[in-house]
């Protein structure tokens, strides 16, 4: 079986019947990785055309804009027959072979009244290369029918996109089309996200899929005991470098201060903060007066006093009432 391979220069790496659909400027920085076109000689029905083209390249050609149908009506040579191209209906959708994506209304090509699927029996569709009318435009017709394969071999490898894209063929190169929070030529790029602190008196906890706080960088923040977290517990980084929240801080817990005793004093510490989490306060009586309650009282991590701030009771009050009760 013979094919014809096109072109608009010819590479020195590859044997002399195979054709490089690319400019000059490309081959000499990438080599021969480019999209090419070729045809078949022989006739045959859709399925085989598309089996010829997956054995020898990669499939039938997917047309991708006007700029490509153009080329390939300059180039392709006139065959009465046409050529089968990759488009055809599954379950009663148009769609393209390659991705198995609808064909969209927008994509649409078809030459005047078509499809219109005559008989019933129009699956598969086909190219008029160099035709009178409607040149150009595509035709369904029946699947059996034999036609030239119009195949292309992709540029488009594994890898092009760096895992993070979609690879869309050009004529004379391919394109990336980055998912979210990626970019560059081969979406090599991920967006960043400006670097995280971790909050005074609490923890942060991150996750980087992709690198260090960039696209998908995920953190969640804690405080410590006796402190309260103003803000949002998480943080995402978005697509656009910026954080879903703001930093949150952590606030000392406060408890109400205490008064000092009537006749007594209180001395108070504090480790973080006037009357706050830890903060402990004690109480004295002056002469001539005892302490009755606790005498010392400690700021919890809820917010309140161990006990309840003591009073100072004069001797002489006391030892009457003892008298009195005996």
């Given amino acids: 079986m013979r094919e014809r391979d096109l072109s608009w220069h010819l590479s020195k ?5 195979c054709f490089l659909l690319c400019l000059s400027e490309f081959l000499a920085h990438q080599g021969t990785d480019c999209w090419t076109y070729h045809y078949s000689e022989k006739l045959m029905n859709w399925q085989s055309a598309r089996k010829f083209c997956q054995e020898n390249y990669t499939d039938l050609v997917a047309i991708q804009n006007k700029r490509e149908i153009e080329y390939l009506e300059k180039t392709v040579p006139f065959n009465r027959h046409y050529y089968w ?10 769609t393209w072979v390659g991705t198995n994506k609808p064909l969209a209304a927008e994509a649409e090509n078809w030459g005047t009244g078509e499809p219109n699927n005559k008989k019933s029996r129009e699956d598969c569709v ?7 009318r409607d040149s150009g435009r595509w035709n369904d017709d029946a699947c059996h029918k034999r036609k030239a394969a ?7 490898q594994p890898g092009s996109c ?22 560059g030529p ?19 906890v991150c996750t980087h899929p992709f690198g260090t706080f960039s696209f998908g960088s995920q953190c969640a923040f804690n405080c410590s005991e006796g402190t309260h977290l103003a803000g ?4 995402h980084c978005g697509p656009f470098g910026n954080w879903s929240s703001l930093e949150p801080t952590c606030h000392v817990i406060q408890c109400e201060p205490p008064t000092a005793p009537d006749l007594g004093s209180m001395d108070c510490t504090h480790p973080l903060a006037n ?21 010392r009282t400690v700021c919890g991590s809820s917010g309140l006093w161990s006990s309840p701030p003591p009073i100072c009771q004069r001797k002489f009050a006391q030892h009457t009432e003892d008298f009195k009760m005996g």
């Fill in 13 to 17: 790496d590859l044997p002399s019947t």
């Fill in 85 to 94: 191209i990759g488009i055809r209906k599954i379950r009663n959708t148009w």
């Fill in 126 to 132: 086909e190219i008029y290369i160099k035709r009178t």
């Fill in 150 to 156: 119009l195949c292309y071999t992709a540029s488009c």
């Fill in 162 to 183: 760096s895992g993070h894209g979609e690879c869309v063929e050009t004529i004379n190169n391919h394109t990336c089309s980055c998912d979210a929070g990626h970019y």
């Fill in 186 to 204: 081969q979406c090599q790029f991920v967006v960043q996200c400006a670097a995280l602190e971790t909050p005074e008196l609490g923890s942060m």
């Fill in 232 to 235: 949002m517990e998480e943080a």
């Fill in 275 to 295: 009357f706050s989490f830890t903060s402990t306060c004690t109480f004295s009586c002056s002469e001539g007066t005892e302490l009755s309650g606790e005498k």
